[in-house]
């Protein structure tokens, strides 16, 4: 492989590492100055200014790292205001409290059903309840007739 070849092979692994799109075939042949910046810079670089570039960005992202963590520091904890916590009873009675108030907030959303769907509903469940009562009724009678059956080999004397 040529040098050339080389600097575009490398330029189109740095691309896709960043997700840019390849650049066209005319800027292939733009030189690259080593102290250009980043931005203004032509789509072709030499491996070694793509090392250089990539290593000025890990410090600038060091630095910036650094300065948020300065900025955090500085910002005042609530501990550092010199504010107690209250006593642990009063913490308590706040949070059963604030369960109340949840609780009755969540009670509020809840749709009542009136007493005529109470009644509705309380008819349906009765008649399931009675229709499965009679249909396990109706499976016992028989499981103990062909019990019966099997036992005695006929039906003489059988009873529910």
Request: proline fraction near 6%.
């Amino acid at each position: 492989m040529g040098s050339k070849s080389k600097r575009r092979h490398a330029q189109k692994q740095y691309n896709r590492a960043q997700n840019k799109p390849v650049p066209p075939a005319d800027t292939a042949d733009q030189p690259l100055t080593p102290d250009a910046d980043l931005a203004t810079a032509p789509a072709i670089m030499t491996p070694k200014e793509l090392r250089k570039a990539e290593k000025e960005r890990a410090k600038q992202a060091k630095r910036q790292a650094k300065e948020q963590a300065k900025i955090a520091k500085a910002q005042p904890k609530k501990e550092d205001k010199g504010e107690k916590k209250p006593f642990f009873l009063v913490r308590f009675f706040r949070w059963i409290g604030r369960g109340f108030a949840s609780m009755f907030s969540e009670l509020k959303k809840v749709h009542w059903p009136t007493f005529q769907q109470i009644m509705k509903a309380t008819g349906i469940v009765l008649g399931i309840v009675v229709l499965f009562g009679i249909l396990l009724f109706g499976i016992w009678v028989l499981m103990g007739l062909l019990h019966y059956l099997l036992l005695n080999g006929n039906l003489d004397g059988w009873k529910i």
